[in-house]
């Protein structure tokens, strides 16, 4: 499949600003996720699973957990000619930060042209999803491109929430509608359906230098693949769109076919979380034909101790990380990473907390995300008193999640 010729470019850098106070002191990809993940391991695993092993991981804001999570997770053998490369904003072409996700290629076309690949993907860090990167790469050829989009079918009604691709019976790209509220273009063939982009694209070279060096002479443009890129190249070049619900891999459920998830907001990101936790999830973590990997830690097995009476360790519907203590408090429909403490008599509902996070005696906690670190004391309450929760500097959404930040002091 013409591995050797692949270069892969990962997006990394982005603030995620709607993720905050999550992304307070680290960058939208290093969010954990589903307990022992990171928001990138998916996108990473996409990759590795499919079979191509030279990759660079563009970096920017608070990138220091990232930089850690992957240097310990994603070794590569460049003796195979292998490398998983991190890199951090090198101002190459000025004393600017990255001003959208097509100057970030730009200023560092050095590594494309240093490598010489034949096809370069770009690809974002920050969704939830499985897909075989080698079947998308098969119809960017099968089609000669040079470009294609990966996207996603949704709903007619969701279109006011993606940018769609207006295509033509042969999924050649014609247009492209913003977020539109109205009259949106839908699928041929399904007018109940439209084409929201994931944002991940397959780019022949020699295109994508050319077109990055004419964007960056624009003085007008915003220098971002979406709104300036695209829009230039459809008109002249063959620009396809790949249909992400086509894309199956080995071992799949069929409630996983065309599962993507944007975890750019607070309320989308639990519920991604909480997700995991049905009977027979959208997305599964436990398939041995395609593997989730991440950062392994050498800690016990979860642990949990006390059946005396109401006194009682216990977890149900809930993904529970090693090096737990589930210490005769009680969890339901929770997700826990490394480490978290559940002490005697507390109840833990509807929740995700991160690392080393310590729940005292007979507290409550509802829907709520505690950040890594915190101490929460005995007989507290967190999640049921909005006014009482924003008092103590928490943030709570307009749905009702309470986020308690990291250094947080009750």
Not at 192 to 215: C, H, P, Q, R
Not at 343 to 357: Q, R, T, Y
């Amino acid at each position: 499949m013409y591995k050797d010729d692949v270069m892969v470019m990962i997006m990394a850098g982005g603030e995620g600003k709607r993720l905050y106070p999550l992304t307070k002191d680290r960058a939208k990809p290093a969010v954990p996720f589903g307990g022992r993940y990171r928001i990138i391991d998916f996108v990473m695993n996409n990759f590795i699973n499919s079979g191509f092993y030279k990759i660079k991981i563009l970096t920017q804001f608070k990138s220091d957990s990232l930089n850690k999570h992957i240097t310990r997770t994603w070794p590569a053998s460049p003796i195979t000619g292998h490398y998983i490369d991190l890199v951090p904003a090198q101002m190459r072409t000025g004393a600017e930060w990255y001003k959208g996700t097509a100057d970030a290629i730009y200023q560092n076309k050095n590594l494309i042209t240093d490598e010489e690949p034949k096809y370069v993907f770009v690809f974002g860090g920050d969704h939830i999803y499985k897909m075989d990167v080698k079947h998308m790469l098969k119809y960017h050829r099968k089609k000669s491109a040079d470009l294609t989009i990966s996207a996603i079918p949704v709903p007619v009604e969701m279109a006011s929430e993606f940018g769609i691709m207006v295509i033509n019976e042969d999924w050649k790209l014609i247009g492209f509608q913003e977020k539109p509220k109205h009259n949106p273009a839908t699928i041929p063939g399904q007018p109940d359906m439209v084409l929201a982009s994931m944002g991940n694209y397959i780019f022949n070279k020699d295109i994508l230098l050319e077109e990055l060096i004419t964007d960056a002479e624009n003085k007008d443009s915003g220098h971002d693949f979406g709104h300036d890129i695209i829009p230039n190249m459809y008109d002249k070049l063959n620009v396809y769109v790949y249909d992400f619900s086509r894309n199956i891999i080995k071992g799949m459920t069929e409630s996983e076919k065309g599962y993507w998830k944007d975890v750019g907001s607070i309320d989308a990101y639990w519920q991604a979380n909480m997700d995991l936790l049905a009977p027979l999830p959208e997305f599964d973590l436990y398939s041995q034909e395609w593997p989730i990997r991440t950062e392994n830690r050498s800690l016990p097995p979860a642990k949990f101790v006390w059946k005396e009476g109401e006194r009682t360790g216990m977890a149900t519907n809930s993904l529970v990380s090693e090096g737990c203590v589930i210490s005769g408090g009680q969890i339901d429909r929770c997700v826990l990473s490394f480490s978290v403490r559940i002490n005697s008599f507390a109840h833990v509902e509807e929740s995700l907390l991160f690392e080393n996070v310590n729940i005292g005696r007979y507290s409550k906690i509802r829907k709520s995300i505690i950040d890594k670190g915190v101490f929460i004391p005995p007989y507290t309450e967190v999640g049921y008193n909005k006014e009482e929760d924003l008092e103590r500097g928490f943030y709570v959404t307009d749905s009702g999640i309470t986020i308690v930040p990291k250094g947080a002091t009750l």
